[in-house]
């Protein structure tokens, strides 16, 4: 194909101790690509602090992707890139140049082997040749793959940050970590704590290698949790899931009464809590001014955890192509993102009701990525947390860790966790429901603790 690399994905390490790697991702094209790599990138708690992409329909087979000067993952407005004196071979069909630099938050070290293997299984497969249709088929193929689904059951005796223990997928000693080591995924836990101090854990969970209806699988998974939580677990057992326990991953059209509609509003919230920095600026605009045959999305924000992700899901959901693109945060944490598009029918923005439908999304979702609060129940308070689930119905990765950590931090303990989803109007919303336990009033005040989770889930702390 005349690309620098066989390979779909390279990470290479940091030029300087602390600097960011860099990832480069060099593949056919679909739909919603950005989405799905940043997805992935979340997941493994890294920061993207710069990116670029590019569809150029030449192929680089003399410089390297990564040494090629910064203005080839630019573009000179109302203009294309300049690319002819450094690309000299054409191929057929559209292929895709990412390229992201990528921080460590410095929790535990990443596995970049695993990483850069879930980065190339999103891609499009390298197979000549490039067919058009390429979009249509992986869309098919997504609504096509329903992995089965098990149910892990565990129990063992309570302690102080448990949850979070077993929700981190970063910590090298807790059970997460394992099912992640093992491409487990979680789909769905329910956690609840008995009077005399036992945890029961329940995971629905499919399997990435698609193996666990294996003997010598379920063994392996129970012995390394064993491994992990020694003498304070009771019991292990994975089983598949019967239709009934599976369908509880269907979301539901009826709300709990703790929760309302008005949480889930597709409105701006109102950005009072403390946890917002003072200096968040929020500007979206379309211009379609600057370029022939893209529309030209302009982004000024303030930066947070899965930035990027966000535009790329919502983008993805509305059926964008990204054809160009640039992003970079600066010191002070804001953020500029330069975006050229086209619909799925390849062509700009014309509609004033789109684009306005369009901005308007985009600023909801980057205002109010989660949504946090504390509802009554009883005596006790419930954490709510929810977050909006992609068309494809993938959720947000790490919400459970995070929100588990920043518990932990507050030294609160979990009575009791759900997550489920819900619908409200034509949206989908993953909701995790968290039951704090009676001495929450000893350890933070309610403002304290919705500060505290959603700097946690920002990435502000």
Known sequence: MGIPSDEV??????????????????????????????????????????????????????????????????????EKLKLESLLDFSTDGRWCYVLLWVAERGRKETRWDLLKKRLVAVCPSVSPPLVSEINSSDQ??????????????????????????????????DVTEVLCELELTIRRVKVSTTPDGTVMDLFLITDTRELLHTQSRREDACNRLRAILGDSMCSCEIELASEEIA???????????????????????????????????????????LSHAHSLIQIQCYDHKGLLYDIMRTLKDYNMQVSYGRFNTKENGNCNVDLLVVQNDGKKIVDPNKQVALCSRLRMELSSPLRVTLVSRGPDIELLVANPVEICGKGRPLVFYDITYALKLLEIRIFLAEIGRHVIGDREWEVYRVHLGDDHELCASKDKIVDGVTKMLMGWH
Do not use: W
């Open 9 to 78: 994905v390279i990470i290479r390490p940091p030029e300087s101790p602390g600097g960011p790697s860099l990832i480069t991702v060099s593949c056919p094209d679909k739909t919603g690509l950005g989405c799905d790599l940043c997805r992935v990138i979340l997941l493994f708690g890294l920061s993207i602090v710069r990116g670029g992409t590019l569809l150029p329909s030449f192929t680089p087979i003399k410089t390297p992707i990564s040494r090629l000067p910064p203005c080839c993952f630019s573009f000179a407005l109302g």
């Open 140 to 173: 098919e193929m997504d609504a096509e793959q329903k992995p089965q689904v098990f149910l892990l059951k565990f129990s063992c005796y309570d302690r102080m940050g448990l949850l979070h223990d077993l929700s981190d997928d970063y910590e090298m000693a």
């Open 247 to 289: 369908s509880c991953l269907q979301a539901s059209s009826s709300l709990p009464p703790s929760i309302t509609e008005d949480m889930l509003t597709l409105e701006i919230q109102d950005e009072s809590s403390n946890a917002v920095p003072q200096s968040s600026f929020l500007s979206v605009s379309v211009d379609n001014s």
